[in-house]
């Protein structure tokens, strides 16, 4: 499982490039996902890698900030009481922040105003 991304200049660049795509993945009997292919126009933002693309910049994807809740919920649950006291929540937190602050490659205070936790 490999995520790829194809960005080209010119709408006939990006039609060679997904015939040359799925002729590889042809001889290398592979398929894409139908759910999670997409393709348009960069203007329009996109998700890759946990991350939204569009032209205001960077930032978190939703659906990235959805998952981060739902788990933290769900080891917060696993061990209920103060939030600090918990080392699988707390480590995860710190580990999540991480990776966001590494891909954004911002001040942990732009980055607040990204992610609401």
């Not at 499982?1 to 795509?21: E, G, S, V, Y």
């Not at 592979?30 to 991350?51: A, S, V």
């Amino acid at each position: 499982m490999d995520d790829i991304l194809i960005l080209a200049p010119t709408r006939w660049k990006l039609k060679k490039a997904i015939r040359m795509l799925n002729q590889t993945f042809s001889e290398l009997k592979l398929e894409k996902h139908p759910n999670k292919t997409l393709i348009g126009r960069i203007e329009r933002g996109f998700d890759f890698l946990g991350y939204h693309f569009d032209p205001g910049g960077l930032g978190v994807a939703k659906k990235t900030e959805e998952n981060f809740l739902s788990l933290t919920i769900r080891l917060y649950e696993q061990e209920p009481g103060e939030v600090v006291s918990s080392p699988r929540l707390g480590l995860y937190v710190k580990r999540w922040r991480g990776w966001v602050r590494a891909g954004l490659n911002q001040s942990q205070e732009s980055i607040r105003q990204h992610v609401q936790y």
